[in-house]
């Protein structure tokens, strides 16, 4: 199982930014994904995560700017997890990862993270 992220770049304050996350593997059913980002020195923090369920929720630095989507009912198997992003602001730079806890059959509830994609957002 891997989760594999894209969507990264550079964009001017002000700009927008689609992230994308997509779980390769089979049969996997998602209890939650999230995004998180890291700045150098910095701890990952959580920018946002979603449950199966739908119900989102946001670090408060990103509330009304950044949105946090599935798309599990086209990826059966596959889960996708999106992170829509605007209004975007110098301090939101950093690389993004992508975390899924999934569950498959044959390991339970398993947690992976996606080799993180980067963000830089100029003045």
């Known amino acids: 199982v891997q989760l594999q992220a894209s969507g990264g770049g550079l964009v001017q304050a002000g700009g927008s930014l689609r992230l994308t996350c997509v779980a390769t593997?089979?049969?996997?059913?998602?209890?939650?994904m999230a995004w998180y980002r890291q700045t150098p020195g910095n701890e990952r923090e959580l920018v946002a995560r979603?449950?199966?369920?739908?119900?989102?929720?946001?670090?408060?630095s990103v509330k009304g700017r950044f949105t946090i989507s599935t798309d599990n009912a086209n990826n059966a198997g596959n889960p996708a997890v999106y992170l829509q992003m605007h209004s975007l602001k110098p301090e939101d730079t950093g690389v993004y990862y992508c975390?899924?806890?999934?569950?498959?059959?044959?390991?339970?509830?398993?947690?992976?993270w996606g080799q993180g994609t980067q963000v830089t957002v100029s003045s």
């Open positions: 979603i449950t199966s369920r739908n119900n989102p929720n946001y670090a408060d």
């Open positions: 593997g089979s049969n996997l059913i998602a209890n939650h």
């Open positions: 975390n899924g806890n999934l569950w498959r059959a044959n390991t339970g509830s398993v947690d992976y």
